[in-house]
């Protein structure tokens, strides 16, 4: 279940070049990861907590 994503590989290819390479602060997480927990927020309706 880890692997799986809102977004196809198309559609995260038309995401990924705005994202920022060069981080500085505290270690990321996935982004892909990431924004599939935010649609999933936005589509289930699902509270945040």
């Keep these: 279940?880890?692997?799986e994503f809102?977004?196809?590989d198309a559609q995260w290819s038309?995401?990924?070049p705005v994202l920022?390479?060069?981080?500085s602060g505290a270690r990321r997480d996935d982004?892909?990861?990431i924004i599939s927990g935010i649609?999933?927020?936005l589509k289930s309706?699902?509270?945040w907590q």
């Excluded at 920022?20 to 981080?23: A, F, G, I």
């Design 1 to 3: 279940m880890a692997h």
């Design 6 to 8: 809102w977004l196809s």
């Design 39 to 41: 649609i999933h927020v």
């Design 31 to 33: 982004d892909r990861r």
């Design 20 to 23: 920022p390479k060069v981080y």
């Design 14 to 16: 038309a995401i990924e």
């Design 45 to 47: 309706g699902c509270r």
